[in-house]
T-cell receptor, first 113, second 111 residues
Framework: ETGVTQTPRHLVMGMTNKKSLKCEQH?????MYWYKQSAKKPLELMFV???????ENNSVPSRFSPECPNSSHLFLHLHTLQPEDSALYLC????????????FGNGTRLTVT | GDSVTQMEGPVTLSEEAFLTINCTYT??????LFWYVQYPGEGLQLLLK?????DKGSNKGFEATYRKETTSFHLEKGSVQVSDSAVYFC??????????FGTGTSLTVIP
């Protein structure tokens, strides 16, 4: 298997639930990212990891908690979300942290009810 | 700060028509510029890139030239196909830790 794989593809959760999004990259890259894609808005960078160390946290609410156990895996733990958190969550990886192209997964479509 | 502005859509073209999607940027220094494409139900895919002024990126019949004098990176294709229907994103990467994306331009090509 190649590329960036995200699971699940779709997730519906209530505001009191706890769930996790998973991302795995098979490209040998050193950097991984979480983005949020909402309709009519630019992609919002949430978190950046380089060699398993978090290097960017763009003022994301604490109800989103990332985890990067190794350079191939990235998780986004979700708890007590709000309806406005409904969006497409995209994982990406790149060879190095700056200037190299991003490779995206197909995303997890999250609906918070 | 750094930013990207791209033309708003949606854009609807007939098959074999000429496509231009405008993109301008604001950045300090010498950013790298990218076009990404997103097909329905999928993530973004890199379409082409240019890393310095006057570079031309090209792929699958699409082209874009890095114009520093006009701070532009317009996407063009001479003859679009139905399979080109997608959302196109212009983006830049600079010396910081992140990419800056435009809001996306939706393209629909009708037979």
């Amino acid at each position: 298997e190649t590329g960036v794989t995200q699971t699940p593809r779709h997730l519906v959760m209530g505001m009191t639930n706890k769930k996790s999004l998973k991302c795995e990259q098979h490209l040998g890259h050193n950097a991984m990212y979480w983005y949020k894609q909402s309709a009519k808005k630019p992609l919002e960078l949430m978190f950046v990891y380089s060699l398993e160390e978090r290097v960017e946290n763009n003022s994301v609410p604490s109800r989103f908690s990332p985890e990067c156990p190794n350079s191939s895996h990235l998780f986004l733990h979700l708890h007590t979300l709000q309806p406005e958190d409904s969006a497409l969550y995209l994982c990406a990886s790149s060879q190095v942290i700056r200037l190299s192209p991003l490779h995206f997964g197909n995303g997890t479509r999250l609906t918070v009810t | 700060g750094d930013s990207v502005t791209q033309m708003e859509g949606p854009v609807t073209l007939s098959e074999e028509a000429f496509l231009t999607i405008n993109c301008t940027y604001t950045a300090t220094g010498y950013p790298s510029l990218f076009w990404y494409v997103q097909y329905p139900g999928e993530g973004l895919q890199l379409l082409l890139k240019a890393t310095k002024a006057d570079d031309k990126g090209s792929n699958k019949g699409f082209e874009a030239t890095y114009r520093k004098e006009t701070t532009s990176f317009h996407l063009e294709k001479g003859s679009v196909q139905v399979s080109d229907s997608a959302v196109y994103f212009c983006a830049l990467s600079n010396t910081g830790n992140q990419f800056y994306f435009g809001t996306g331009t939706s393209l629909t090509v009708i037979p």
